[in-house]
Nanobody
Framework: VQLQASGGGLVQAGGSLRLSCAAS????????MGWFRQAPGKEREFVAA????????YYADSVKGRSTISRNNAKNTVYLQMSSLKSEDTAVYYC????????????????????WGQGTQVTVSS
């Protein structure tokens, strides 16, 4: 599976963005997916994840209630809708394919994921 993230940009604090991650390959609809972000000088951190069917979703506490992860398997695309954006949401956002089914506590660990997109920059101005 190859991944292409898009939808980032410059937005004012309090605004919204929808990130998209388009995947190529025949195994997308059986793959669990995740979104991570990395700010300058910081480690990559978990944002949200979704299982192959969309029935299970997981969120970091920092974005819970402000973000929604979803997927459209017919379009081979995963989305991250973010609202009430804050300056601390500024980062490069990456989508990734999980190497194993998500569950328990494995969803927030980068090592759980085997393929990463190129990232899309989100900048929130205050």
């Amino acid at each position: 599976v190859q991944l292409q993230a898009s939808g980032g940009g410059l937005v004012q604090a309090g605004g919204s963005l929808r990130l998209s991650c388009a995947a190529s390959g025949r195994t997308f609809d059986s793959s669990d997916m995740g979104w991570f972000r990395q700010a300058p000088g910081k480690e990559r951190e978990f944002v949200a994840a979704i299982n192959w069917s969309g029935a299970s979703t997981y969120y970091a506490d920092s974005v819970k209630g402000r973000s929604t992860i979803s997927r459209n398997n017919a379009k081979n695309t995963v989305y991250l809708q973010m609202s009430s954006l804050k300056s601390e949401d500024t980062a490069v956002y990456y989508c990734a394919v999980a190497r194993m089914p998500l569950g328990g506590s494995n969803y927030y660990t980068p090592r759980t994921y085997k393929r990463w997109g190129q990232g899309t920059q989100v900048t929130v101005s205050s």
